[in-house]
């Protein structure tokens, strides 16, 4: 009978999942992640008796692991430092990576455990090309819930050695599981925000560290002739994607100063919430900061150029190939650049020291910090952190 370790956060997906797994067969060993900060006051205490009380019902040990100090070194420290640099980061994808499936690895070893299991939306498969064995990530079949995005910088070992037993259900199955089962969080809502950290609100997270500094707002005219790309010539397709992956360096003498903010990193590209200014036909939205001269440049209305990307650069050192098996010179894909976004079609253009994504439908609201994760049928076959 293979043991198992499943992640338990409280919530019914990670409950149901033990529950799946002990029905199988398996030695199954409950783990809650437990991350304390007084100050934010995570809900760790009621989730943790959720999952315990799951674990009794279940017949499952269970035990309570606290990564508090490992989670404020990796997790929360780097929050505070991206978005000092005026970045835009993406927590979740960090944490699977470097916290929750690097400590179930580790703890398998001392619960003699052969897999470690969670409750994401995902499936996994196993293939043998030219001798040897790799493991894939693919989408979950719920497209409301599917999570695979979340897992997109795990390395081969950590899938190898994972299952993930609602890669195959929707959430409405989940929970008729779950109470049909009598699990007492049959009901329970679906967490949201940070991972271990919950719902919060942002801003006043970020001013606990990042201080408040007032600059300029500058409206930018989408007329302006920085959008004006038909003048120019290009006598290749490298260069082409070179000079559209480029961000364009905004001048103050670009546009008008239309008002004040309390510090750019405090906002991202795209947002239109926070900036207080009215008076305009259609709402203004960041088009970029500018974090060495704290200054924020707006447009006005959702189809301004200066929200839209067509073509992307990912240095080598930021590129994480889940399946090697698919690298050539041009990739047609399927990306994302966020979580249940719907997949968009693109090109990739690998070269020796960075690749090129080039949309073939301009992206609203890049954000340097963010990842791209690229995906044929479905798979996930690399990811990309955006500068």
């Not at 003699?112 to 299991?117: F, N």
Request: aromatic fraction near 14%; charge should be positive.
């Amino acid at each position: 009978m293979k043991r198992v370790i499943v992640g338990m956060s409280g919530g019914v997906d990670s409950s149901v999942a033990a529950l799946l797994l002990k029905q199988k067969g398996y030695d199954v060993i409950g783990i809650y992640l437990k991350y304390y900060n007084i100050n934010n006051k995570c809900p760790w205490r009621e989730d943790s008796i959720d999952a315990m009380l799951v674990s009794q019902s279940l017949k499952i040990p269970f035990y309570i692991i606290d990564i508090t100090k490992n989670y404020k070194k990796l997790i929360i420290n780097y929050i505070y430092k991206e978005y000092k640099k005026g970045l835009t980061p993406n927590p979740d994808i960090l944490c699977n990576s470097k916290i929750k499936f690097k400590i179930f690895l580790e703890k398998s070893i001392f619960f003699k455990s052969d897999l470690i299991a969670t409750g994401h939306y995902v499936r996994k498969e196993k293939i043998k090309k030219n001798g040897k064995i790799y493991y894939k990530i693919i989408s979950g079949i719920d497209d409301n819930k599917d999570q695979s995005y979340f897992l997109c910088n795990l390395n081969q070992d950590q899938i190898k050695n994972s299952i993930f037993p609602l890669g195959n259900l929707n959430k409405k199955k989940v929970r008729e599981i779950a109470n049909k089962y009598n699990l007492i969080n049959a009901k329970k809502k679906d967490s949201q925000g940070i991972c271990f950290i919950g719902k919060i609100k942002f801003l006043n997270f970020l001013k606990k560290k990042l201080v408040e500094k007032k600059g300029d707002i500058i409206e930018i005219n989408k007329n302006n002739h920085i959008y004006k790309y038909d003048k120019y010539k290009f006598s290749s397709k490298k260069e082409l994607l070179f000079f559209l992956s480029k961000k364009i360096k905004y001048k103050k003498e670009y546009g008008k100063i239309i008002g004040k903010h309390i510090g750019v990193h405090y906002f991202t590209k795209g947002q239109r919430k926070g900036l207080k200014i009215g008076g305009y036909k259609y709402p203004l939205f960041i088009i970029e900061k500018d974090i060495i001269n704290n200054i924020l440049y707006v447009g006005m209305g959702k189809n301004h150029p200066g929200l839209y990307t067509k073509v992307i650069c990912i240095k080598k050192k930021n590129i994480h190939w889940m399946n090697e098996n698919f690298i050539k010179k041009k990739i047609e894909v399927e990306c994302r650049i966020r979580y249940r976004q719907n997949f968009q079609k693109a090109t990739l253009f690998i070269k020796k020291n960075y690749l090129y994504v080039e949309f073939e439908i301009p992206q609203l609201a890049v954000n340097a910090g963010q990842f791209i994760v690229w995906y044929i049928n479905n798979e996930i076959i690399g990811s990309g952190l955006i500068e």
